[in-house]
């Protein structure tokens, strides 16, 4: 497994020459200059330490790849369409570059899921697998998303002077484009650590006896269902996805 990889580094100008010089070659492939001669009997230390500049390489290789990345679907949105424009625009070998963004991205979750460890986090993860097999997505209106957008763009709020720096405005658009799966704008520093506290309130909540309860009663409910519950009101399936409504008629197992 390859060592974390500060994404924030930016390489010199004579290394992004070479790394777009290296067209569809896979990232694994790729070498720094050694000289023009290498003796053929090196002996075992010259190897290790040729092999330890290689896996430099493609550590430098792999982190500027990742930043372009990142950065492109920050400003053009998540989508798979966006992944293969900036690839392709960086000529490098595709699987490779995603191979690896791939590997990281399991790192990312089980680091996640270490650290969220609970009976609360079990049960909504367990919501997350059924609305995958109800196909939700392909149901889902972002409703919640045109709410929250709503309040942002006609609600008044308080100057930021008021509250302490924060600017609510800003912070309900970032909510709002995140439901929605678009580029979210930047906080400010204020405005950032206020929502992230707000995020820590409700981990702390669903960590409760009170939150296990309710998170393993509504997860009872919903492996209750053998179709779709929502299948005959589909305008439903984002205001009420838990399909906790009183006047939805669900057919039971």
Not at 15 to 35: C, K, Q
Not at 173 to 189: I, R, S
Request: proline share 5%; charged share 30%.
């Amino acid at each position: 497994m390859d060592e974390p990889i500060e994404i924030n580094q930016s390489p010199d100008k004579s290394f992004e020459r070479r790394l777009h010089s290296t067209e569809d070659a896979p990232v694994e492939s790729i070498n720094i200059d050694r000289g023009d001669t290498e003796p053929q009997n090196s002996d075992q230390s010259l190897e290790k330490t040729r092999k330890k500049r290689a896996s430099t390489e493609k550590i430098h290789v792999y982190g500027y790849m990742k930043k372009k990345v990142l950065n492109h679907l920050m400003e053009n949105g998540c989508s798979s369409k966006s992944v293969d424009e900036v690839i392709a625009a960086s000529k490098f070998n595709k699987n490779s570059v995603l191979e690896y963004m791939n590997q990281r991205i399991q790192m990312a979750q089980k680091n996640v899921h270490e650290e969220c460890d609970s009976l609360s986090f079990s049960n909504i993860e367990s919501w997350l697998n059924v609305f995958k097999e109800w196909n939700l997505p392909e149901l889902c209106l972002y409703e919640p998303a045109l709410v929250i957008n709503a309040i942002a763009n006609n609600e008044e709020f308080p100057e930021p002077k008021d509250l302490d720096g924060v600017d609510l405005k800003s912070v309900y658009k970032f909510l709002g484009n995140a439901l929605m799966g678009l580029p979210q704008p930047n906080l400010d520093a204020k405005s950032a650590e206020f929502l992230a506290n707000e995020f820590e309130i409700l981990v702390g909540e669903a960590n409760t006896e009170v939150g296990n309860s309710e998170t393993g009663r509504i997860n009872q409910k919903l492996e209750s269902y053998k179709e779709l519950p929502f299948s005959a009101q589909n305008e439903k399936s984002s205001i009420d996805p838990l399909c906790l409504g009183d006047d939805l008629n669900f057919q039971r197992k």
